[in-house]
């Protein structure tokens, strides 16, 4: 058996790799899916049958990103990282997705441990077949499946933040990475979609329990040239959500788009 940061969501105990068995000392056992996520969500944890991004959201978000529209910020945050990341390091990804920028992170840190976590069973399953030699978990980042301490990094990509949890799981002195959409980001598209589109709120920076680092942006103009892509670009996002069908026949009548993708990528230390 070999160990892993993972916790036992029952008891709190550290789990144990057995092929594809994960299991404590108390005898808690968790199989992972032949696509490679292990399921650590309690059920008393779950908002809902089934929670995290739909599996429509996830595949809108896998298509869009593997055309390398968001390659910007992917490098961005790797840069961001590179200070900090030395070899046998361990890194998590609270809210990971589908592991575009995951899967990205390792290639950049191969001698790295990486680990994934996500609401949502599709996205983590992506995940974990995106990056075959990371550890991926079906798991809410309010409650994060971790020991104390046995991260040297966390990042948090257009994830919920709790940090408090990221706190606990940090290491003294550790590293959080946060990316967040800059207040222009995707202006293009709101404006032909909306009627009165607004700009993305930027909070201020400080979080309790970090000291702030640096902030690094992440900016670039992409040109979409099919309806196709433009509506898997709006299906990532938020909007998805909340749009009426005025607003939606807007969006399908659009067939080509340049649109700003501009991100600031926040560093923090514990």
């Known amino acids: 058996m070999s160990d892993t940061l993972w916790k036992c969501p029952v008891c709190g105990e550290m789990l144990d790799i057995a092929g594809l068995t994960l299991q404590c000392r108390n005898r808690h056992s968790f199989d992972r899916a032949k696509k490679g996520a292990v399921y650590l969500l309690p059920s008393n944890k779950k908002h809902s049958d089934v929670p995290g991004d739909n599996p429509e959201m996830v595949r809108a978000r896998r298509d869009f990103l593997s055309k390398g529209y968001y390659a910007h910020l992917r490098d961005t945050i790797i840069g961001a990282l590179s200070p900090y990341m030395g070899e046998n390091h361990t890194l998590l990804d609270a809210g990971c997705g589908e592991g575009y920028y995951t899967a990205g992170i390792h290639a950049a840190f191969p001698q790295s441990q990486v680990y994934g976590v996500d609401i949502s069973k599709t996205a983590a399953n992506y995940a974990a077949k995106a990056d075959p030699t990371g550890f991926y978990a079906v798991a ?30 940090l290491k003294p002195g550790g590293v959080f990475v946060m990316a967040i959409p800059a207040a222009k980001h995707l202006w293009e598209l709101k404006t032909a979609v909306y009627d009165q589109p607004y700009e993305n709120e930027v ?27 433009i509506r898997s670009l709006f299906g990532m996002t938020p909007y998805a959500y909340r749009t009426g069908a005025k607003e939606r026949e807007r969006l399908q009548a659009l067939n080509s788009l340049d649109v700003r993708a501009e991100f600031e990528v926040l560093v923090y230390q514990k």
């Open 140 to 169: 809410s980042v309010f409650h994060l499946p971790v020991l104390d301490g046995a991260c040297d990094a966390v990042v948090s990509i257009f994830a919920p933040y709790c940090g408090e949890e990221f706190l606990r799981v």
């Open 203 to 229: 909070k201020d920076y400080a979080l309790d329990g970090f000291r702030f680092l640096e902030k690094r942006e992440a900016k670039l103009e992409i040109h979409l040239d099919s309806a196709e892509e």
